[in-house]
């Protein structure tokens, strides 16, 4: 789970008690900067993200993932 560290519109606290009792997949749980649209605030850090839990779970296989041109900001 990628949750922004300032966000307004989630519970974050609510979001990470539920996040502990899900079973039976490899999960792990990260903050990055932003408000609450974590692909818009941090385009990096959460491709970053997805791409070191793929790793994870594929079993090694190494996934390098970098965003060209991000989405410049309004």
């Known amino acids: ?36 649209g974590v692909q818009f605030d941090a385009p990096q850090e959460t491709v970053d993200a997805l791409a070191d839990w793929v790793n994870r779970v594929s079993g090694g296989t190494q996934l390098d993932a970098e965003i060209a041109d991000p989405v410049p900001s309004a």
Do not use: C
Not at 23 to 34: A, T
């Open 1 to 36: 789970m990628i949750l922004a560290d300032e966000d307004r519109l989630s519970d974050n606290d609510k979001h990470l008690r539920a996040w502990r009792h899900v079973r039976g997949i490899p999960k792990s749980h990260i903050m990055v900067p932003g408000e609450h």
